[in-house]
Every structure is written in structure tokens, then in C-alpha cells.
């Protein structure tokens, strides 16, 4: 095991994890509408949908990267769909203040994401690329990597429905809860403009 590029791989998945991407805001936003509790189902198929877009990428990056027209395609079909769930969040009546619940994410909604989340498929072809023989050759070193992943992105996911959960308890008034809702889900579409604009 090269020590040098753990090291070099850990800090390029713990700020890849932390930062604000689609999975952490869609997670901060249910967090903020429904509590983390509520929020696990999505958070689980979340963490089954990527670790299994990163054992697939490991298996075929070059031939992912060769082909950037067809990833071209996966990005402007993971936008709008990411567009699609700014939308519902932005304007999602708050719980409390409403007898008819708002719809909950569930675990399909996850796994579902991480197939048309191009900061997903970035993270992991640049993992792969460049990360992928510090645990060894071969494949069972990207399937470590994927491990890692995980057990450092799912708390993440966790963090950021916690964090939305608290900001929901600040924002305690209907108006207020709208507002949170509609800065959450404008958050989220920047996400979803960020991912069609030239890189």
C-alpha cells in the first residue's frame, strides 16, 4: 500500500464528501422538511446507489473517459433531474404547518440520483484515475477505495440532514419554513446549472 497516496486519497474524499453537491443539499433540504430520521431511507439509497456507481467506474474508467459525449448526456440528464427536486423542495408546503404531508424521499429516489449525479461520476473517475492502485493492482484495490468512500460519505449525508433539521428548528414560523424551503431548493438548482455549464 502506498501510504503517500492514502494519505493524498483520503483528503480528496473527505472534501469531495463535505462539500455541497446534490446528495449533502438534497439531504440538508429533507432534513429541514422532515428530520434525519425521516431522512435515512434516502440517505441509504444513497450510499448503496454510489458505492455501486463506483465499483462500476472502477471497472470501466477508461472507457467512460473515452467516451465524453455519453457522459455529456448523464450530466444533462442528472441536471434536470436535480432541477426536478429543487423545484418539489422550493415548493414544499412546510409539515407543521400543513395536515397534508409533504412527499418524503425515499430510498428509491437515492439510488436512483447517483446514476445521473455528475459530481458522483467526477468524483469517481478521478478517484479511480488517479486513487486507483493505493491499496494495490488490480481490481480489489478500486473496490477499497469504494469502501472508504463510503465509510466516509455516509456520515457526511448525515451531517448535512442534521444541519438542515437545525436550520428548520431556527426557521420555526410558517414564513420563515417557506423560506428556508425555497433557499434550499434554489441551492440545489444552482447545483443543477453548475453541472451544465462549460468546465
Not at 430520521?37 to 463506483?54: A, D, F, H, N, Q
Not at 447517483?114 to 478517484?127: D, E, P, R
Amino acid at each position: 500500500m502506498d501510504t503517500e497516496m492514502l494519505v493524498a486519497a483520503l483528503v480528496f474524499v473527505v472534501s469531495m464528501c463535505l462539500t455541497p453537491g446534490p446528495n449533502n443539499l438534497l439531504c440538508a433540504a429533507h432534513g429541514s422538511q422532515h428530520g434525519v430520521r425521516e431522512t435515512i431511507p434516502l440517505t441509504l439509497g444513497m450510499v448503496v446507489g454510489w458505492s455501486s456507481l463506483g465499483l462500476m467506474v472502477g471497472a470501466a474508467t477508461v472507457f467512460i473517459e473515452e467516451n465524453k459525449g455519453a457522459f455529456r448526456t448523464l450530466t444533462l440528464v442528472g441536471a434536470v433531474y436535480i432541477a426536478y427536486l429543487a423545484y418539489k423542495i422550493a415548493s414544499a408546503v412546510p409539515t407543521d404547518f400543513n395536515d397534508n404531508e409533504t412527499e418524503r424521499l425515499g430510498f428509491r429516489t437515492g439510488l436512483s440520483l447517483q446514476l445521473v449525479n455528475g459530481k458522483a461520476w467526477i468524483h469517481f473517475l478521478v478517484l479511480m484515475s488517479t486513487f486507483g492502485a493505493t491499496f494495490g493492482p488490480g481490481y480489489s484495490s478500486k473496490a477499497l477505495l469504494v469502501f472508504l468512500n463510503a465509510a466516509i460519505g455516509y456520515p457526511a449525508v448525515i451531517i448535512w440532514a442534521t444541519f438542515g433539521a437545525m436550520l428548520s428548528r431556527l426557521f420555526s414560523t410558517e414564513e420563515s419554513a417557506r423560506s428556508l424551503n425555497r433557499v434550499m431548493g434554489l441551492s440545489l438548482f444552482a447545483v443543477a446549472v453548475w453541472l451544465v455549464l462549460p468546465h
